[in-house]
């Protein structure tokens, strides 16, 4: 039997310059329900964002990196899940009131006949998406033993 994840615990994003990205994400991760810690972990200074689902987490990149490719190996992008539609309308407006430039959600049937998001980046260049709790997605969750696709 397999062990069964049930959630990410926290994911950490390398950034280049921590003041532009603290300017940046304050708002980005207050909109989305976080609250705010700092801390060091190995003499570097880390941001923490977080809900009780998760840790979103800030650290210095190294210098000399490269900057952030999404089509190199490693992250493309990375999605916030909210409960529904009308949560994606009020994310993006209220990033858009906060100045964050965010594209205007709508359905992307090419994803899913009821995926519907909106999508930014931060000063790094890292994608971000804000979408909806799909009919799949809650599917999988409630009914996982239920399911016979696997």
Request: charged share 30%; hydrophobic share 35%; aromatic share 14%.
């Given at each position: ?100 430039a965010v594209t205007e959600p709508r359905y992307y049937p090419e994803y899913g006949p009821d995926y519907y998001a909106t ?32």
């Amino acid at each position: 039997m397999s062990v069964e994840t049930i959630g990410i615990d926290h994911v950490y994003i390398a950034v280049r310059d921590m003041g532009r990205s603290e300017e940046f994400y304050d708002p980005v991760m207050r909109v989305l329900g976080f609250r705010k810690g700092d801390g060091t972990i190995g003499g570097d200074p880390h941001l923490f964002y977080y809900n009780r689902h998760f840790v979103y987490a800030l650290r210095p990149a190294r210098d000399g990196t490269p900057d952030h490719d999404p089509y190199a190996p490693g992250l493309h992008h990375l999605c916030f899940r909210v409960v529904d539609e009308a949560a994606v309308d009020r994310a993006a407006g209220e990033l858009r009131a906060a100045s964050v430039a965010v594209t205007e959600p709508r359905y992307y049937p090419e994803y899913g006949p009821d995926y519907y998001a909106t999508f930014f980046e931060d000063p790094d260049g890292i994608r971000l998406e804000v979408m909806n709790f799909r009919e799949l997605r809650r599917t999988l969750m409630y009914d996982w033993e239920a399911r016979t696709d696997r």
